[in-house]
């Protein structure tokens, strides 16, 4: 079973201006017909509700996808800002992910989230690390220890850091044998982005990486390259990891 996945490299703007990057995008959208698709991490500048996050994203052609995740928002619930990623299944709104570790100044203006939360759409699960987070092992540990099959990672990464956010996201897939594809803006930031695949190789794993071109990272998700040397890493590992408040959600 095999799932196609897209993700777009765009640069970052204002709502205001978004009418010719709406446009791009859904370009591209017809063009690949994807399963699965990604964009970056904040790429509106502006702070919305979630009301206004779903209201906009309905100008993309999600409709007729089967997991989207839009990138994620700057998104004011209440008193507090979240950084958050919206995910939708046929275009019906599911769930979010909040970022976990706010990186740098975003601890000023950020709240964190406190919950990992895995989604289980269409026969796979998938979870959604906000850039900084897949730096840290524990959320690849815990998505792995919890079946899932991708690991979706918006992001916004500067030109001068795009080798050491690589390393991380080989890394992540390496040590969990899970596929991970990270997605980054353009034009002032790195865009370079990276799509990592394990799949069995004789008794160990080996990995195939895809790098953007012409804007978009594009691959396949193929379930049986790795599912069996996931399980099987899962229970090698002897360390003990712990996270409360694992949600997944199932439709």
Request: aromatic fraction near 12%; charge should be negative.
């Given at each position: 079973?095999?799932?196609?996945?897209?993700?777009?490299?765009?640069?970052?703007?204002?709502?205001?201006?978004?009418?010719?990057?709406?446009?791009?995008?859904?370009?591209?959208?017809?063009?690949?017909?994807?399963?699965?698709?990604?964009?970056?991490?904040?790429?509106?500048?502006?702070?919305?509700t979630?009301?206004?996050?779903?209201?906009?994203?309905?100008?993309?052609?999600?409709?007729?996808?089967?997991?989207?995740?839009?990138?994620?928002?700057?998104?004011?619930?209440?008193?507090?800002?979240?950084?958050?990623?919206?995910?939708?299944?046929?275009?019906?709104?599911?769930?979010?992910?909040?970022?976990?570790?706010?990186?740098?100044?975003?601890?000023?203006?950020?709240?964190?989230?406190?919950?990992?939360?895995?989604?289980?759409?269409?026969?796979?699960?998938?979870?959604a690390?906000?850039?900084?987070?897949?730096?840290?092992?524990?959320?690849?540990?815990?998505?792995?220890?919890?079946?899932?099959?991708?690991?979706?990672?918006?992001?916004?990464?500067?030109?001068?850091?795009?080798?050491?956010?690589?390393?991380?996201?080989?890394?992540?897939?390496?040590?969990?044998?899970?596929?991970?594809?990270?997605?980054?803006?353009?034009?002032?930031?790195?865009g370079?982005?990276?799509?990592v695949?394990?799949?069995?190789?004789?008794?160990?794993?080996?990995?195939?990486?895809i790098?953007?071109?012409?804007?978009?990272?594009?691959?396949?998700?193929?379930?049986?390259?790795?599912?069996?040397?996931?399980?099987?890493?899962?229970?090698?590992?002897?360390?003990?990891?712990?996270?409360?408040?694992?949600?997944?959600?199932?439709?």
């Amino acid at each position: 079973m095999s799932f196609s996945v897209l993700g777009i490299e765009i640069k970052r703007i204002s709502k205001n201006d978004r009418e010719n990057i709406i446009k791009e995008i859904n370009s591209k959208i017809q063009s690949y017909e994807p399963d699965i698709f990604i964009l970056p991490e904040k790429w509106l500048i502006d702070k919305l509700t979630q009301d206004e996050a779903l209201e906009l994203s309905k100008e993309l052609l999600i409709e007729n996808i089967p997991i989207a995740l839009p990138g994620s928002f700057s998104i004011l619930d209440g008193n507090f800002l979240f950084n958050r990623a919206l995910i939708f299944n046929f275009g019906k709104f599911i769930g979010f992910q909040d970022k976990i570790i706010p990186y740098g100044t975003e601890k000023r203006h950020y709240y964190p989230g406190n919950k990992i939360k895995i989604f289980k759409l269409e026969g796979i699960k998938i979870s959604a690390p906000i850039c900084y987070d897949i730096d840290f092992p524990f959320y690849g540990r815990i998505s792995a220890v919890n079946g899932v099959d991708l690991i979706i990672n918006p992001s916004l990464i500067k030109m001068e850091f795009k080798e050491e956010w690589h390393y991380y996201i080989i890394a992540r897939s390496l040590e969990n044998r899970i596929p991970v594809i990270s997605v980054n803006s353009s034009f002032q930031f790195a865009g370079g982005s990276i799509f990592v695949h394990p799949y069995r190789h004789n008794i160990g794993a080996k990995l195939r990486i895809i790098e953007s071109s012409d804007g978009v990272v594009y691959g396949k998700l193929v379930l049986e390259d790795f599912r069996d040397i996931r399980d099987i890493r899962i229970n090698e590992d002897p360390g003990i990891y712990r996270a409360n408040g694992i949600d997944v959600i199932e439709i």
